[in-house]
């Protein structure tokens, strides 16, 4: 691959890349593998001059008592291999991490277009018409869990807009149901091991109170990168077996632990036409730049084993969003 090829849907381009995944199969929890390498990621001098300036301001912002981001411990994406089994050519991925933290992501996503020395933006440099992989760690210093979330008593997609307290240039925008990144003080076990499920299953509990005995049947799905704010993000389908909107929305009214992340929620009805007319008649500017196509991928898997693992059932969901941008283009001849 030698371009950040751009997600489309609803007759939309995103700014999110899929790098794997394409919603007819999930991979299995043991076919993800996440190896942890306890290295600090290096930062070019010039780079690093710049995290100095934000750790400065942010201190200053703090002791002035004004609002200010406050630094935590995150990994760097080393590596992100994908290969298949022999056999079944089921996909195997390896995510390979090192230290990091908050400022070292804020670093490069707020000065992604801040022209260096050598007269080139960061993106220029190791984004624009680059493979993905070839950028050094420092680049993706955040990594994303973002899960669509169904409830299994109703059938209802949960679509979450992010607060306008959250910090970070998602704020006030419609994103996954969940989303949770990957930060070393939580994620990060005793032996040094580190799970995606498990943090789509925090992503859940703290964001929507969703417990750890509720029946909930969670598949990852792929992984796509955020092209807009330098982002890894892993996308999960996570069907609440036993739970419906109303459940939620009771649990919700009793407390939730990061309740101030969402300033509303939206349940639509989990088929394909009801979900692709939600993403189509938000605006544009709205969204998230993933969350769209993770939503789509979770309309495919439903799709799929809808059909009893029929692969086949993506073009399902494919012929439903034509027939939707194809009402688009007949609003435009009318007008």
């Known amino acids: 691959m030698t371009s950040w090829d751009r997600f489309t849907v609803a007759g939309r381009q995103t700014d999110c890349h899929v790098f794997e995944g394409d919603g007819t199969r999930p991979i299995a929890e043991a076919n993800m593998r996440v190896k942890y390498v306890p290295e600090r990621v290096g930062l070019p001098e010039e780079i690093a001059e710049w995290r100095r300036e934000i750790e400065a301001e942010e201190a200053r912002k703090e002791a002035a008592g004004e609002p200010h981001r406050w630094n935590n411990p995150r990994f760097a994406v080393r590596r992100l291999v994908v290969t298949r089994t022999h056999t079944a050519e089921e996909p195997v991925v390896t995510l390979t991490l090192c230290d990091a933290d908050y ?18 933006t960061l993106r220029q440099r190791y984004m624009d018409g680059k493979d993905p992989l070839d950028a ?16 299994g008593r109703d059938g209802k997609m949960l679509f979450s807009h992010r607060s306008a307290r959250v910090v970070g240039p998602n704020k ?6 969940a989303n949770e990144g990957l930060a070393r003080n939580h994620d990060l076990s005793a032996d040094g091991r580190v799970s995606l499920h498990a943090v789509a299953r925090r992503a859940l509990r703290e964001e929507l109170a969703v417990l750890d005995s509720d029946d909930v049947d969670l598949e990852l799905l792929g992984f796509g990168f955020d092209l ?8 999960f389908r996570a069907v609440l077996t036993d739970l419906s909107e109303n ?11 990061d309740k101030w992340e969402h300033d509303d929620h939206a349940f639509v009805p989990a088929d394909p036409e009801s979900v692709l007319r939600f993403v189509r008649d938000q605006p544009e500017d709205a969204w998230t730049p993933c969350a769209p196509a993770l939503f789509y991928l979770a309309l495919v898997r439903g799709a799929v084993r809808a059909r009893g693992g029929d692969a086949d059932a993506r073009y399902d969901v494919e012929a439903i969003e034509q027939r939707i941008v194809g009402e688009l283009d007949d609003d435009e001849d009318v007008a």
């Open 103 to 120: 400022f070292d992501f804020l670093t490069t996503s707020i000065n992604l277009d801040r022209t260096q020395r050598n007269g080139l």
């Open 136 to 151: 050094p760690d420092f680049m993706y210093c955040s990594f994303g869990v973002n899960v669509a979330v169904e409830t």
């Open 172 to 177: 006030s925008k419609w994103n996954s149901s």
């Open 228 to 235: 807009r704010n330098n982002q890894w993000a892993a996308f």
């Open 247 to 257: 459940d939620l929305r009771t649990r919700w009214s009793r407390g939730v632990e």
